[in-house]
């Protein structure tokens, strides 16, 4: 069974990757799930709000959607692996370093 993080990570780059598909209320809905359940369990850093990571989700992928139609010279595997890095790395929880 896939956890709440790999499914909000799916959605994020199939949202990023399709431009046809709506960032709409319902796909935020989604987004605002997946991140609530990966909160609970401890995927997403405990200290950030669910409505702020649903906002800002949606922001870097409208972003990456620009990036891709205003830089077509870079590779779309590439920038897609930059998205999901930036992501994975502001919502997990700080590491004791």
């Known amino acids: 069974?896939?956890?709440?993080?790999?499914?909000?990570?799916?959605?994020?780059?199939?949202?990023?990757?399709?431009?046809?598909?709506?960032l709409d209320a319902?796909?935020?809905g989604r987004l605002a799930g997946y991140?609530?359940?990966?909160?609970?369990?401890?995927?997403?850093?405990?200290?950030?709000?669910?409505?702020d990571v649903t906002r800002w989700l949606a922001g870097l992928v409208t972003a990456h959607r620009a990036l891709r139609d205003t830089h077509p010279e870079v590779d779309t595997d590439t920038e897609l692996g930059n998205l999901l890095r930036i992501v994975t790395r502001w919502l997990h929880p700080a590491r004791p370093r």
């Open 1 to 22: 069974m896939e956890s709440a993080w790999d499914r909000l990570l799916e959605l994020v780059e199939q949202l990023a990757t399709d431009p046809a598909l709506p």
């Open 26 to 28: 319902a796909a935020e």
């Open 35 to 51: 991140a609530h359940e990966a909160v609970a369990d401890r995927h997403i850093d405990t200290e950030l709000h669910v409505p």
